[in-house]
């Protein structure tokens, strides 16, 4: 049976850190305020030029390292984000390009925040129909770009940042062996105004800027996110007390508090890093996964479970065995 097993993680965040203090300067909030209700402290910004491929091309570049491939090693990039480059070519080509790479097939996918968790079951639908080797999955994101830096309930919220994973085929025999095990997709368009950028180039012809009915997304957000990892328990037939480590997407600490104990996941198995990065968007879980990886708290072997949750909405799991 062919398995695609996480060989190495990588990311990258802008120098610039903006702390709670900070955006209080230039919006009417508080860092009491943040804090108690999203758990963020701080989050990284892009400076002035520096774009999404800049962010993912280094992600990917540690990620290499960290599997010690070279790019010539890899047959595809895939790379969710919500805020590329350019309306196209896709931020992925662009990637690829830095990274010398003129061979294979380099593509976006958008999904907004569950960006990575569709991202990374599509790379591995690739390399499980032998289409791929191996992949980079890269999320990268520059929210800051359509934040209205004038609307408090929405531009406090968010980061910038990138992550990537690389994904290699391998034939494992035990079903409870090494690889992603599965993975869990969903999407409702009729949530659509909830959590939407207001400019596009077939509307207004113009980038736009995120706006969200906070409150609502709350309401939908655990309920959603607990029904796709139980459909990854149920097709992977373990429960709660079989996961080491709980990484899910970063928008907002209750959110996570809240998911994690209606699974019955207990508290010290999961990451959390919204509280340094804000929410990354599709950045968000790998930027969590390489520092897990780093800090020497996902070790080989470990089962991993991932989910998100964002506009459309999205949302989705995967489980993996690292
Ligand atoms: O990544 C994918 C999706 N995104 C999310 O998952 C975000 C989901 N939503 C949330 O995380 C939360 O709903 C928020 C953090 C956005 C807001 O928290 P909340 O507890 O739902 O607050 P609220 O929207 O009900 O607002 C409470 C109060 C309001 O004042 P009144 O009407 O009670 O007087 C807001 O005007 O807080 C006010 N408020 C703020 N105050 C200080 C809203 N934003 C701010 C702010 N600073 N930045």
Redesign the pocket.
């Known amino acids: 049976m062919i398995r695609s097993v996480v060989r190495g993680t990588g990311s990258f965040l802008p120098e610039r850190v903006l702390s709670n203090d900070e955006m209080a300067k230039l919006?009417?909030?508080?860092d009491e305020?943040?804090v108690q209700?999203?758990g963020i402290e701080r989050r990284h910004i892009a400076a002035d030029g520096e774009t999404t491929s800049d962010l993912a091309t280094e992600a990917a570049r540690r990620a290499l390292q960290d599997a010690d491939l070279d790019i010539a090693d890899i047959d595809m990039i895939v790379l969710a984000t919500s805020t590329p480059d350019n309306t196209f070519p896709a931020t992925a080509v662009a990637v690829q390009n830095r990274l010398g790479m003129h061979h294979g097939a380099a593509y976006d996918l958008q999904a907004?925040?569950s960006g990575f968790v569709f991202a990374l079951s599509n790379a591995d639908a690739q390399i499980r129909c032998n289409h791929a080797k191996r992949i980079l999955v890269i999320g990268a994101e520059t929210f800051s770009r359509i934040l209205d830096w004038t609307d408090?309930?929405t531009c406090?919220?968010f980061g910038d940042g990138a992550g990537s994973v690389v994904l290699e085929a391998a034939d494992v025999d035990d079903t409870n062996g090494r690889g992603i095990i599965t993975s869990h997709l969903r999407s409702d368009g009729a949530h659509k105004s909830k959590?939407y950028v207001d400019g596009g180039p077939s509307t207004t012809q113009t980038v736009g800027h995120l706006r969200?009915e906070?409150?609502e997304?709350?309401k939908h957000?655990v309920g959603m996110v607990t029904d796709v990892v139980e459909d990854a328990f149920d097709a992977a037939g373990i429960d709660a007390d079989d996961v080491d480590w709980f990484v899910p997407?970063q928008?907002?600490k209750?959110?996570i508090d809240a998911s994690a104990k209606k699974l019955g996941i207990a508290a010290d198995k999961v990451v959390l890093t919204v509280q340094d990065h804000g929410?990354t968007?599709a950045a968000s879980i790998p930027l969590a996964l390489d520092v897990a990886c780093r800090d020497g708290r996902i070790k080989q072997n470990d089962l991993v479970l991932l989910e998100a949750?964002?506009?459309g909405f999205t949302w989705g799991s995967v489980l993996v065995r690292w």
């Open positions: 919006v009417d909030t508080s305020w943040i209700r999203t907004v925040c408090r309930t406090v919220l959590l969200m906070g409150r997304v709350f957000a997407h928008a907002n209750r959110i929410n968007s949750m964002g506009g």
